[in-house]
């Protein structure tokens, strides 16, 4: 259905130029079927092995120790995690005592595995499943949404998200680094569904623009599997990696400090 000057309203994008008060009409108007990203939708689960069951034993140890410092103590709060996939998050989170989560995803077979383990998962695309919930949660994680998006895609959905957090909620949202020297340009181009990446300073400004406060940017820690052995030593060289890289940006006058493979925002509405 197109407007009366001739637009079609679904397929309304927001200008990376746009001022945040004009955001308010456009965010909520974006249509799932409008998205440039069309090998690997966004608002699906990428990352799972191909032993399904085997994941929810590794995720479940990077998500406790990446994701779990951050979220309320409060185990009664609404928390939305978006692309949830067979549920990995979910189940850490019900493990860990919190009581009202909600996990979306646009593919029913990976959908499919999260609710034989007794979780409430959804078959749901996100731009409308936003619009639907508004003032709805006070967490809302996004597992690399914003990759598989183009700039005035990435600004709509941050402006669904922030309508359908409760005031103070708040919202983690993680990317590809694109501060890796070795891994921030593969991702991005390995990927032709990628169309970005970040660093610590471009994910803060872009949450900052789209209205969120107290925005922090965290590197995401691979190594956290501490009873393999093999895991201190990737330790060691990761740190080794870390003052390489650091001494190479500051002889070019950059202030970055984070080099892991990916980075979260956090942040509130």
Not at 84 to 99: D, E, I, S, V
Not at 198 to 223: A, D, H, I
Not at 249 to 268: D, E, M, N, S
Request: hydrophobic share 40%.
């Amino acid at each position: 259905m197109n407007t009366q000057d001739g637009s079609d309203p679904d397929r309304a994008a927001v200008g990376s130029e746009t001022p945040p008060s004009s955001l308010e009409h456009a965010g909520p108007f974006l249509s799932d079927c409008s998205l440039t990203a069309r090998i690997e939708p966004f608002d699906s689960f990428w990352q799972a092995p191909e032993d399904i069951e085997k994941g929810y034993r590794t995720f479940g140890v990077f998500y406790e120790h990446n994701y779990l410092p951050h979220l309320p103590s409060d185990r009664s709060v609404r928390i939305l995690v978006i692309s949830c996939g067979p549920g990995y998050l979910l189940n850490l989170l019900r493990a860990k005592g919190f009581q009202n989560v909600i996990g979306i995803d646009s593919a029913p077979e990976k959908v499919e595995y999260a609710i034989r383990r007794g979780h409430d998962a959804r078959v749901a695309r996100v731009f409308q499943f936003l619009r639907q919930h508004p003032a709805h949660f006070d967490v809302i994680i996004g597992e690399q949404e914003i990759n598989h998006l183009t700039k005035p895609e990435i600004l709509a959905f941050l402006e669904a998200c922030r309508r359908c957090l409760l005031d103070s909620g708040m919202l983690i949202i993680h990317s590809i680094n694109g501060a890796d020297p070795l891994t921030g340009s593969e991702s991005r181009a390995g990927n032709f569904d990628h169309y970005n990446s970040f660093t610590e300073y471009s994910l803060k400004q872009v949450l900052e623009y789209s209205g969120f406060r107290n925005v922090v940017v965290v590197p995401l820690n691979l190594y956290v599997f501490y009873g393999n052995p093999f895991n201190y030593v990737a330790i060691l060289y990761d740190k080794m990696k870390w003052l390489l890289f650091h001494l190479n940006y500051r002889l070019v006058g950059k202030h970055t400090r984070i080099y892991t493979k990916k980075i979260a925002g956090v942040c509130v509405k």
